[in-house]
């Protein structure tokens, strides 16, 4: 439930708000996982599926950025276990291009931290 929206005509108003952060980017790269934990934030417990983010969409992403000089703190490889993506290393080497514009950009993949990841990464 977010501050502000209108819900069956009823204002919902919280205490908490918020920011967005337009610094940090966040690339979900595929929703598939080699776990199924019950606590999944992704939902690939309940919802699996071996959908992968596109190398355009990648492309498109960074092109972007650049081009509008967008700054980012932080960019996140997320999924399910993005060391899934058949090509993740490809993704990485399009954000090298990314952190050669702005060399002070983390680039991070978050991983469940199994073998297979570990290896893989």
């Known amino acids: 439930m977010f501050h502000g929206m209108n819900i069956n005509g009823t204002m919902v108003t919280t205490n908490v708000v ?11 790269v595929t929703d598939a996982c080699n776990l199924k934990c ?4 992704a939902g690939c417990n309940i919802a699996p599926t071996e959908s ?5 969409h990648v492309e498109k992403f960074i092109s972007e950025s650049i ?7 932080k960019i996140k490889c997320t999924g399910g276990e ?3 993506h058949p090509e993740i290393y ?24 199994t073998d ?4 893989k990464l």
């Open 18 to 28: 918020w920011p967005i952060n337009r610094r940090l980017g966040e690339l979900n």
């Open 67 to 73: 081009r509008m000089k967008h700054r980012w703190d």
């Open 90 to 113: 490809t993704i990485l080497n399009k954000l090298k291009i990314y952190k050669d514009f702005h060399p002070e950009c983390q680039i991070l993949i978050l991983s469940n931290g």
């Open 116 to 119: 297979y990841s570990t290896d």
């Open 82 to 84: 993005a060391a899934i």
């Open 38 to 41: 019950n606590n999944c934030q």
């Open 52 to 56: 992968f983010l596109e190398i355009r």
